[in-house]
């Protein structure tokens, strides 16, 4: 997923896009643990996908941090 994607999704959708991930990953590194993951690939691509939508997400804390803090100087 592309951050142009996730930059234009609500904050609920990355929310649930973030409990899918997590869910995701989680049962990547289940399969990778009993031997079963057909495609290791997989692994690294969710992990990417992760730590995107987690940049995004902060981007949009420190951006409403930012216009708190500017709105109570003007």
């Keep these: 997923m592309k951050a142009a994607e996730l930059r234009a999704m609500t904050d609920e959708e990355l929310r649930?896009?973030?409990?899918?991930?997590?869910q995701e990953l989680f049962n990547l590194r289940f399969?990778?643990?009993?031997?079963?993951?057909?495609?290791t690939s997989r692994l690294r691509t969710v992990r990417r996908d992760m730590a995107r939508l987690l940049t995004?997400?902060?981007?949009?804390?420190?951006?409403?941090?930012?216009?708190a803090a500017v709105g109570k100087e003007g």
């Design 31 to 39: 399969q990778q643990a009993t031997g079963r993951l057909p495609d």
């Design 16 to 22: 649930q896009a973030h409990e899918h991930g997590r």
């Design 56 to 67: 995004v997400e902060r981007e949009r804390l420190l951006w409403a941090a930012y216009e």
